[in-house]
Structures are given as C-alpha cells and as structure tokens.
C-alpha cells in the first residue's frame, strides 16, 4: 500500500486496524443545529463519509442538540438536506444527542457518587475568574469539597427543577493546577429551563458539550471521532470523560479523537454569526443567498456536489492551517460544467436586430449543437427569422480600434447561422440606439459563405419571436476583496456591488423548461441555473454560478 499518498488520517487508521484497536470503522458527523452549514463543513462531512465509505465501514448523522437556546427545527431540516445533496449516505444512522440524555444523566450521578464531579453555587463570571490563565494555574472552587451525598442531593434537585438558570452547575473534579486549562474543573451540566426541540420540557438541565460529546460516541460506537484543531486541546478531556464513565480504559482504546485543519477560503463570510447578522439585516435574502457559502446557498447558486467534492479533494487534509482561494472553487465548478451541459443562446442586455432582406413572417429551424466540446449531448433546434435580438455592447456606432462586431458598414458571424452586413440603427429621442438594421447573405447558412470571404466577429443571437423573458442575476463576492473581510471594528467589508440584476434578457425559447438541477452555459456570459426560490413559470429567474473566464491556475503536482 503507497503510505504516501494517504492522508495521515488514513495511515493512522491502516495502523489502528492492524494493531487490532478495532476491526471495523465508524465515523461522524456532528453538527449542532443553530445555524445552516457552510463550505468549511463540507469537508468534515466528506472526509468523515469518505473514510467509512473507503473502508466498508459505517457512517453516523448525529446533532449534537445540547444547547436548546439557539437550536431550531429549521436548522434540522437544512442540514439534513445539505449533507443528503453532497452524496453522504447515513442509511439508517441518524441520531441525536438528545437521545441519550438519560444516559449521560446517569454517567454524571456516577460521577457524582466516585467522586469525580461536585456541584458549585460560582456564576459563569466567578468560574473564569477562579479558572486562572495560560500562565497562572487556578484556584479551588469554594464548593469543590461538599460531600458525596451533598452533591448528589443537589444534582438531583437540579433535575427536579428546584434551581433557577444560572445558579449551579456540575463540575468534573479533575485536577485546578492543570496546565491545561480545560481540565481545571470544567463545567458537565448546568441548568437551563427551556424547551427542547426534540426532548420538550422533559429537562431543565443540559449536558455541555464536552461531556455530551465523548459519550454520545462511545454509545454509537464511533471508532474515530475526527474533529478540527481547535479541540486539540480538548483531546485529554474527551479520553477523561470516556475513561471515568468506563467506556473504555486507556486513552488507546476507541473512540479516539483525531484532528485535522479547517479549511479557510479567501474573502468569505462563513462565521455563523456574522451570516445570522446579514440574514436579520436584511442585507442577503436568507441563508441560501446565493452571495454566501452555505452549502444550501452553493447550491441555490448553482453549484454541483460533483464540484464541491473535487474542491474538497484539492484542498486536502492536513495538521497544517492553510487557506484555499475561492477562485479554485470556481474552478471546480466550471471543470464540472464545461463539458457536461449544453451551450445555450441568452441576451442579457438586448437590443433589436432586424434583418431588412429576410422574407417577413418566416422562420426557419436551425440545427445547433449543443456543446462542440461533447458531442454526446446532441444537438438541438433553435428557431431563427427576420427579428432578432443581439446583445448591446455587439454593436457600435462609431467603433473603437480592433472591434470587429457590428457597426455599419460591417459584416459579421451570427452564430450557427449567417453572415450578416449592418446598414443602420434606429434611436430614441434621446439618441439611445434602439434596433439595428442589417442584410443577410442566405447562401452563407452555417456561419460560412461559399465565396471563402471571412469575417473577424461571431455575435450570439436568440428570434425574437420565440425568446423568453427573464431576470438574470449576476454575482460577484460579497466581499470587498481589496480590503479583506473585516475592518478594525469587527464589521464586515461588504461590496456594495455584490449583485447586478438584470431585468428584460432574452433567452432563447427551449430555456422556458428550465428548472430543478438544470444548469446551462449561456454563450459568452457564463454558467447558469434557475434560481429556486424565486423563479416562476413565465417570469424565471437565473443565477449566475461563475463567469467563463478564471484566473486560477491548478498547481502541477510536484509544486
């Protein structure tokens, strides 16, 4: 087996395998429902779905619902949704922390009763007080020696509701000198009086997270509870907490918590607070705003779970803290698309062209192919006659240097059809060009004429006649990328021109079907789909997923 290229997750476990620490995987995923997922997730998601699927093992969906004050339903769903669309299958593993409160309720009064945990009266302020720093170990909890059963009275009167919010707490009793901070008594349960949205008001006490966390692995039998590098320091907690509730004995044994980097993108907004702020704001139209990098926004955008797995996979996993440009992402999804979808006809700023010589009220059908790059896809008709529309900027009335669309006197490509000469335009009462006239050559069908002249410009059209109306939005970061995300403050460097909407566009007629998962490329402007929320029948809406051109450069392997 080549060790080097595996990830060292992977080594690790080809190890543990062999060393027979188990003989079989399961790994997690667990979110907390208080928010909708973003890119960053996205790589937990695959990475833990990617090793059980990699070694015939198992894969678990579990919330991680202990902290009833910010969790809703609605973030339930939209997780589920998301991590169903990027292709991880939990079958029938899907569990919740909730489901186990009984149990850790218990696993705590064990603790109770060894010893091991004691009630303190210290507010959440006097606990970090006493708690100490990096560099001054802390000092003893006042409460830290009541008796057993004193404790065990109290805990118990905790669960029976007798305590206000905030007025005790469970610590574990581990050692206040640690040179880790977390192990100087961290708080496993406090009280809280609020409604769960999947246990009621069975509790009014909850188990923090740190506690929760290990036992609801242990239970599942999650042999590998992979985590990012910010629970490093959490690690000798995980392994106290599965050790003195006596799921397992040594810190050898699994579950065992490994970690790898996040994953960091260039100029996005992934905090979930700071995307709550813009959404209550009102600044984006919720968390599936195409602007942001949610996974249901991504996919609301326009991109592929195809597209994101292969961002995943360049972006690798690694101890190192790194940053990957979000024009590689844009370059996943237009290596995903470029092939695989049809090359549609859109004029998103029109104006009329009208064919002077065209026989009036006739149409004809003209065969395009729908990707030159794949000829697997076909071909389809399009619809083509004496009015037409072009895009705006394909014209000009007094061309600058090397323009070689239209202006009079000039001849040009339309494209898959004919060469044609423009002779005029027509304006408004404010000198705006409103239509241009033009003279077709009907032996030139095809984009090429029998007499072998050439032509320097090749202009997209759609009929007239035929072509749909639609609003086609245009986005770009949401982000002032010149500035970064924040400011001093803590605010957001917002651009004011994250989104061009585009009203009036012409799209050519075998787009008014368009809708669900169909994304397109239309010709010369870019990748598009239809927005799902907004889009309707006979006013549809089109997101721009990326632009045709990039400036990223994917890395040659020995770079």
Same mark, same amino acid.
């Given at each position: ?12 476990? &080809? ?20 928010? *909708? ?17 990699? !070694?015939?093992?198992? %894969? ?34 899907? %569990? /919740?922390?909730?489901?186990?409160? &009984? ?5 705590? =009064? ?7 945990? !004691? $009630? ?17 170990? +802390?000092?003893?909890?006042? *409460? ?13 009167? @905790?669960?029976?509701? #007798? !305590? ?37 008001? #069975?509790w009014c006490i909850y188990p923090m997270y ?10 599942? +039998? ?37 970690? /790898?980097?996040? @994953?960091? =993108? ?44 292969? %961002? ?13 440009? *979000? ?27 009208i064919i002077d010589n065209y026989p009036e ?33 394909? %014209? ?6 090397? *323009? ?9 490509? =339309?494209?898959?059809?004919? /060469? ?10 404010? +000198? ?47 982000? &002032? ?12 460097? =917002? ?6 909407? @585009? ?12 809708? +669900? ?12 789909? $239809?927005?799902? #929320? ?17 400036? /990223? ?7």
């Amino acid at each position: 087996m080549d060790t080097e290229s595996r990830n060292f997750i992977e080594q690790m476990i &080809d190890k543990d395998l062999a060393d027979g620490v188990y003989d079989r995987v399961v790994t997690r995923f667990p979110p907390e429902p208080n928010g *909708y997922l973003h890119i960053g997730h996205a790589k937990s998601i695959l990475l833990n779905y990617g090793l059980a699927k990699e !070694y015939g093992g198992e %894969f678990h969906m579990r919330f991680d619902d202990t902290n009833p004050t910010k969790e809703k339903t609605e973030f339930v769903d939209s997780i589920k949704a998301d991590i169903a669309w990027l292709g991880a299958d939990w079958k029938d593993n899907l %569990f /919740f922390a909730s489901d186990y409160f &009984d149990r850790m309720y218990e696993d705590a =009064l064990g603790l109770v009763k060894n010893g091991k945990a !004691y $009630v303190s009266d210290l507010t959440a302020d006097e606990i970090r007080e006493y708690r100490g720093t990096l560099t001054e170990p +802390g000092k003893e909890d006042p *409460y830290r020696n009541r008796s057993i059963e004193e404790n065990l009275r109290l805990f118990t009167e @905790m669960k029976e509701g #007798k !305590y206000p919010d905030g007025s005790k707490v469970l610590r574990a009793r581990i050692d206040m000198a640690s040179p880790n901070i977390n192990m100087r008594d961290p708080v496993i349960y406090r009280v809280a009086h609020l409604n769960h949205h999947n246990t009621g008001d #069975k509790w009014c006490i909850y188990p923090m997270y740190d506690f929760a966390h290990p036992i609801e692995d242990a239970i599942e +039998g999650i042999t590998n509870s992979i985590c990012t590098l910010e629970f490093e320091d959490h690690r000798p907690l995980y392994d106290w907490v599965l050790i003195e509730t006596g799921y397992k004995s040594s810190p050898e044994q699994a579950p065992k918590q490994t970690e /790898f980097a996040k @994953m960091y =993108l260039t100029n996005v907004v992934t905090g979930k607070r700071y995307i709550k702020r813009l959404v209550e704001d009102g600044i984006v139209d919720g968390w599936d705003d195409p602007r942001l990098v949610t996974i249901a926004a991504l996919r609301r955008r326009g991109f592929t779970p195809e597209s994101i797995r292969m %961002f995943i996979e360049l972006s690798g996993v690694s101890k190192a803290n790194s940053t990957s440009d *979000y024009a590689m992402l844009e370059y996943c999804i237009r290596e995903d698309l470029k092939v695989s979808r049809p090359r549609m006809m859109a004029v998103l700023d029109p104006i009329e062209l009208i064919i002077d010589n065209y026989p009036e009220g006739e149409h004809e059908l003209i065969d395009v192919p729908n990707n030159l790059e794949n000829e697997a896809l076909g071909s389809r008709k399009v619809s083509f006659g004496r009015r037409l529309y072009i895009e705006r900027e394909d %014209f000009m009335e007094e061309p600058v240097k090397k *323009y070689f669309r239209l202006f009079p006197g000039n001849e040009v490509r =339309l494209m898959h059809a004919y /060469f044609v000469r423009c002779v005029s335009c027509d304006k408004d009462d404010d +000198g705006n060009v409103i239509r241009v006239h033009c003279t077709y050559d009907p032996l030139s069908r095809g984009g090429n004429s029998p007499d072998g002249r050439k032509v320097k410009g090749t202009i997209h059209w759609v009929e007239a006649d035929s072509s749909i109306k639609a609003t086609c939005r245009l986005y770009e970061n949401l982000i &002032d990328e010149e500035k970064g995300v924040y400011n001093e403050d803590g605010s957001l460097n =917002l651009n004011p021109n994250s989104v061009k909407i @585009m009203d009036g566009c012409r799209l050519e007629a075998a787009l008014a079907t368009a809708g +669900g998962d169909d994304r397109f490329q239309f010709v010369r402007n870019g990748f598009y789909c $239809v927005d799902s #929320k907004d889009s309707v029948k006979d006013a549809p809406v089109f997101n721009r997923i990326v632009s045709l051109k990039s400036s /990223f450069v994917l890395p040659k392997k020995d770079e």
